[in-house]
């Protein structure tokens, strides 16, 4: 009895960490393989299992949706990634300047991460809105000229994703680049200080360089944040002026299940995991490379 | 420690499938029963379910809802994978050309003798009985109608200039647009969502030829897609859109029906399901106007909205009871009447006494031109609202019909010809 009840409390620790990864496993792995699956089929409502070989893809890409969703998506991601990076670092080098109250600033400006994406789409929404917002405010104190309509711009209103976008996560950058920043040899900075550096060069010429990683970790976070961006865009925009904002996610949703296309949505959902591998993918050839060489290194 | 904490997880999982066992168990053998999936949780439309809810508990059935909340396609979500698992809803909320689509993926039923006993295809508009009928049978039933062709005029912006009748054609409606816009009044009032872009559109189109829009929208017809009266839609529509708020984004309509109750904005066209959200902001019927929308040829026409009840086949005897006993209730004049009362929305029935309290004087008119239009012939259904195409045809017109409104440097023929194209790819 005692020998069942001690090997059962045993195994107990195992089951609860393995059965959950294997769980994990199963949906992650088993829906995405089901999915490109289902993407090669002619199914509509539900899933069907003939074949249809490469007529989704095509049929895709041949939307104007989807063009236009590629599009967003490549001025999205690079706009994104900069402003994010810049502001991240911007303030992670304030913060590292030795402040009072450090943990007081790193929480307020780590805190937009907590909040859900809808809520910040919406609360930006109503922020941008010409009509109600931040141009209506400032026109009622005065300014009559004042303009800032981006939201309804057709040309603009991607940008207010960027926007919104880089207030949620330039909080998180932050923190990423403040870890590398404290991570940096005392004696590096001392040395610079002596060899007469000022702050702004020690910066330039000796710390940053010397946390690269980090912003190849940085970049790949945020890249594959911006290529998965949908509640935010669906909250702020909901794709429009028209369908002027539609990213490939959006794309993704509205086939399968506005239109109740899932062979077409899946296509669509294939090509932005196509994506999301297409950044991930040399990220983890890069680490590997990183590892043999510090393994040799040391 | 850790063996107490495994027992009293056991006793406490235990306790938990339990209680969820314990309704089904306590539930009575051979009861009519129903279990049903729709979007409506709140407001009006949550009332109203749940005193349909009532009724069919009192007259001695077992009703079981289960509410979707948000968009319609969750409710779809929910429904397909119900379907997928082999455990349908007795009863799901459906409407369109969806109702045909989906009923082919799993097996419905048939309700013919049920509407044969109730007389009731003798009092439903046409367009409704194709939709609800297939493929040569009931399985569905329309539940409430909505007119999406109304027009609200704001009474503070008609008094500012002078209007005291509703506009009967295009030509007045422009005239009193241009009325508006040079007393700084903003003369459409409108949302920013897509639904509401093509509706405007669609709202054009009907009101300038029903005929045309049957077989442009409804037929997809290429001639009549390419042709003068869809043309003339889209020219109407460029005006209007000229006219709209430029600060909507993607806002629904009901954020700025404040500013149009003010007298900033003078017109919206929209269904009468507008009268809920007006109700609950707070406004009179005498703070605005309402009719028809604008119909050039003078005729009563009705673009239609239906929400409407899909019957999923069951083995189990109660459902089937339960089935049979819900169809015949959403058949009967009284229940119509509560629902409808309820919702501000019209009776299925064209045989209805509408002079109770319950309605309204708009819903009075609007249902009165529903008979009107059915014996005319001049009844279509709504694109925008899912009722004239199944989904992926819809979404590929309206994604034209939204760049159109939002994007003034296209012009009107180049808007018809690329809605043309879109329905070419789709057909």
Known sequence: ?298 | MTPIRRRSLLAASGTALLSQAAPRLARAEGKPRVTVITQWSAGSDGAAITALGDLFTKAGGDWQHNPVPGFTTDMMNKLRAQILSGDPPAVSQLKGPEIAAWSKIAPTVNLDADVAAAGYEKVVAPELIKLHKPFGHWISLPLQVYRINSIWISRKAADKVGVTALPKTWAEYNAIGEKMAKAGIQPVANGGTKWDNGMIWEIALSGISPAAYRKAVMELDAATLRGPEVLAAFEQTRKMSLWMDPNTASQHYSTFIPKFMKGDAGMLLMGGWVQGVYKKAGYQYSDYMTGPAPQDNGRPAFDLNADAFIFWQRKEPEFTAGQHLLAKLVMEKDTQKMYSGITGSLPVRTDMDLSDPAFSDAQREASASLGAAVKDDQAVLSLAHNMAQPNQITAAMIDVLTEFVTDHSITPQKGQARLAEAVDNVR
């Open chain 1, 1 to 298: 009895m005692t020998g069942v009840r001690r090997r059962l409390d045993a195994a107990l620790p195992l089951l609860a960490i393995w059965v959950p990864v294997l769980i994990s496993i199963v949906y992650v792995v088993g829906f995405t393989l089901y999915t490109v699956w289902i993407s090669f089929t002619p199914s509509t409502l539900l899933p069907d299992y003939g074949w249809v070989g490469l007529r989704n893809y095509s049929a895709i890409l041949a939307t104007r949706n989807w063009q236009i969703a590629a599009n967003n998506m490549a001025i999205y991601g690079f706009c994104f990634l900069l402003l994010t990076t810049a502001l991240g670092l911007s303030l992670a080098v304030l913060i590292d300047q030795k402040l009072r109250g450090e943990n007081v600033f790193r929480t307020i400006f780590l805190y937009p991460l907590a909040v859900s994406f809808v809520v910040t789409g919406v609360v930006w929404g109503w922020l941008l809105n010409p009509g109600i917002g931040i141009q209506k405010l400032v026109v009622g104190l005065g300014w009559t000229d004042f303009r800032f309509d981006w939201l309804v711009d057709r040309d603009r209103a991607l940008y207010c994703i960027v926007l919104a976008g880089a207030w949620q996560a330039s909080g998180f950058a932050m923190a990423l680049f403040l870890a590398g920043l404290r991570s940096v040899d005392a004696d590096l900075m001392k040395a610079a200080q002596i060899d007469g550096a000022g702050p702004l060069r020690t910066y330039r010429r000796v710390i940053l360089p010397s946390i690269w990683p980090i912003f190849i970790a940085v970049f790949v976070i945020l890249l594959q944040f911006a290529i998965k961006t949908f509640d935010l865009a669906m909250a702020l925009t909901g794709g429009g002026p028209g369908i002027a904002t539609v990213l490939p996610s959006i794309v993704v949703y509205d086939f399968m299940f506005q239109r109740g296309l899932l062979g077409r949505g899946s296509a669509a959902a294939v090509l932005l995991l196509l994506m999301l591998l297409a950044v991930l993918l040399p990220y983890a050839v890069f680490r590997r490379w990183q590892h043999v060489r510090n393994a040799r290194n040391a």
